[in-house]
């Protein structure tokens, strides 16, 4: 069981340049999300999906756009990267059950230069 | 939305001794409160969880407390040890079915 698996760890992007960061997970969770982590300002939600085809707005999604077509995959896009989307993001998923927390995957840190 | 405050932001004590970390939430319909710990370069890790309908839950040497009236909670850790060292994260469930989290708390214990 892999759990949610992150790719990639690490990545250097030019301001403008797009980018995909993938999200897998195989526990079978309708919930998945995804957040940026910045110092100081905690884990901050950026796009969510409760199941294939069903996504919303998080609390910073400008600069981002998702998609669900499988329960498996959460992909994240950034349409043009700026130097403001330097962050760490993190990936998430869960149950439906509310009572099970999130399973956070390891992270990819992305810098934009 | 929901908004989660969290204190203190750093926190020191030392070894063997208890720790202390409070969060208050603002939607009354949030129902479910869990508590994170991430180490340096990792993904926050769940630790320990309670719902809306429990007041106290303990896990050995961890234990989370819930006033819904005052709507906060609390992470106490007892005995701590120099591996507890890192970052705690409060979060509640809101309504719009995400977790919201607090901006965490950096404990160190030293030796």
């Known amino acids: 069981n892999a759990g949610v698996t992150q790719t990639p760890k690490f990545q250097v992007l030019k301001t403008g340049q797009s980018m995909t960061l993938q999200c897998a997970q195989d526990?079978?969770?309708?919930?998945m999300s995804w957040y940026r982590q910045d110092p100081g300002m905690g884990l901050r939600l950026i796009h969510y999906?409760?199941?294939?085809?069903?996504?919303d707005q998080g609390e910073v999604p400008n600069g981002y756009n998702v998609s669900r077509s499988t329960t498996e995959d959460f992909p994240l896009r950034l349409l043009s990267a700026a130097p403001s989307q330097t962050s760490v993001y993190f990936c998430?998923?869960?149950?439906?059950?509310?009572?099970?927390?999130?399973?956070f995957g390891s992270g990819t840190r992305l810098t934009v230069v | 939305g929901e908004n989660v405050e969290q204190h203190p932001s750093t926190l020191s004590v030392q070894e063997g001794d208890s720790a202390v970390i409070k969060c208050t939430y603002s939607?009354?319909?949030?129902?479910?409160f869990p508590w994170y710990k991430q180490e340096l370069g990792k993904g926050p890790q769940l630790i320990i969880d309670?719902?809306?309908?429990?007041g106290e839950k303990k896990d050995q040497r961890i234990a989370v407390t819930l006033n819904k009236t005052a709507k906060h909670f609390s992470l106490h850790i007892t005995e701590t040890q120099p591996e507890d060292s890192a970052v705690y994260f409060c979060?509640?469930?809101?309504?719009?079915?995400?977790?919201?989290f607090g901006k965490g708390t950096s404990l160190l214990v030293t030796p």
């Open positions: 999906s409760v199941g294939a085809g069903i996504t």
């Open positions: 526990m079978n969770h309708e919930y």
């Open positions: 309670i719902r809306s309908n429990v």
């Open positions: 979060a509640a469930w809101n309504s719009g079915y995400a977790l919201n």
């Open positions: 939607d009354s319909a949030s129902n479910y």
């Open positions: 998430a998923s869960s149950s439906s059950d509310k009572g099970h927390g999130y399973t």
